[in-house]
């Protein structure tokens, strides 16, 4: 028991040091940029674009560490793609990690660790906080072992999908997106929140990375078929992205949903749950398409 405690006492001491590096580059490379700015370039010309500052908090899709079968301490995952994308890059803040749910997002440790890089205005230029906060979450929240719990069992002639359990654990994933709406109103007002809706995944089993798979043996579990499989988890992202845009429809909560739900083919899937680079660029490309609509001119 006290080798297991203290296995997870390490393991999250190493996540709490990976995001204290990131924050320490991120304010490297603000303090960078806030001395070119305040120099100037030559006479009579234009300084460029201030970059998009953004702050991001997320799952995989923000922090995956797996290229194909190798690990890539680069990483592969949405932000790493965004941040070398626009005409200007944008700088971005990364507090995801793999594998945490909505609710381990806005546990109090994540609320407090961006209260100190909010509160802190060095941490931004101009404006003084961020322009937008990126998010990614949900997914964890029901794939995973726990997915059998939303299935019914074909063998009994049930549905495919539970929606009555499923609109129950997705109830717990939209309060993590409303506490995020009360925590920026709180401590960043105005400033707009982004996120994602994930794409229609393919419950192959498939996971040459080590990882995984997440889908599969759930639904052989409940008795489903590779394309019932396919059906069940397609109305299950329909679900989820209707309970996004019914937040994103109040102009009062300042929410976009990036729709990125059928942006992948089937060749970019890298396994049940995770594209290629190729896809995870597909993806922030969405990203990029949203902040010009609302930042024309910024990246």
Same mark, same amino acid.
């Given at each position: 028991m006290r080798d297991s405690i203290a296995l997870r006492q390490q393991y999250h001491a190493a996540i709490d040091a990976e995001i204290a590096e990131r924050v320490t580059r991120h304010r490297a490379t603000i303090a960078r940029l806030a001395s070119a700015r305040s120099v100037?370039?030559?006479?009579?010309?234009? #300084?460029?674009?201030? #970059?998009? *500052?953004?702050?991001?908090?997320?799952?995989?899709?923000?922090?995956? #560490?797996?290229?194909?079968?190798?690990l890539s301490l680069a990483g592969t995952d949405i932000i790493a793609q965004l941040q070398g994308m626009g005409t200007t890059h944008p700088v971005i803040v990364n507090l995801a990690h793999y594998g945490e749910s909505s609710t381990d997002e806005m546990s109090l440790p994540k609320q407090e660790r961006m209260i100190q890089l909010l509160q802190d205005k060095s941490n931004w230029l101009s404006r003084g906080k961020?322009?937008?906060i990126l998010f990614s979450a949900g997914g964890n929240d029901i794939a995973g072992d726990q997915f059998c719990i939303?299935?019914?069992?074909?063998?009994?002639?049930?549905?495919?999908?539970?929606?009555?359990?499923?609109e129950e654990a997705l109830g717990m *994933?939209?309060?993590?997106?409303?506490?995020?709406?009360?925590?920026?109103?709180?401590?960043?007002?105005?400033?707009?929140?982004?996120?994602?809706?994930?794409?229609?995944p393919l419950p192959t089993g498939t996971h040459p990375d080590c990882i995984g798979p997440w889908l599969k043996p759930s639904l052989?579990?409940?008795?489903?078929?590779?394309?019932?499989? *396919?059906?069940?988890?397609?109305?299950?992202?329909?679900?989820?992205?209707?309970?996004?845009?019914?937040?994103?429809?109040?102009?009062?909560?300042?929410?976009?949903? *990036?729709?990125?739900?059928?942006?992948?083919?089937t060749s970019d899937w890298a396994n049940e749950l995770h594209p290629y680079p190729q896809g995870f660029a597909k993806l922030a490309a969405k990203f990029v398409m949203a902040l010009q609509a609302v930042f024309p001119g910024r990246i």
């Open positions: 100037g370039g030559a006479p009579g010309v234009a #300084p460029p674009p201030e #970059p998009l *500052v953004m702050l991001a908090q997320g799952d995989s899709w923000f922090d995956y #560490p797996l290229s194909g079968n190798a961020p322009d937008a939303f299935l019914g069992y074909a063998a009994a002639g049930e549905a495919g999908l539970d929606t009555d359990r499923y *994933v939209k309060a993590s997106y409303n506490d995020l709406i009360a925590f920026r109103d709180l401590y960043a007002p105005g400033v707009p929140i982004f996120a994602h809706c994930y794409d229609y052989d579990y409940a008795g489903w078929n590779y394309t019932d499989g *396919v059906t069940i988890c397609r109305q299950a992202l329909l679900g989820f992205r209707t309970m996004l845009q019914g937040l994103a429809a109040d102009p009062a909560n300042l929410f976009f949903l *990036v729709d990125t739900q059928g942006t992948l083919d």
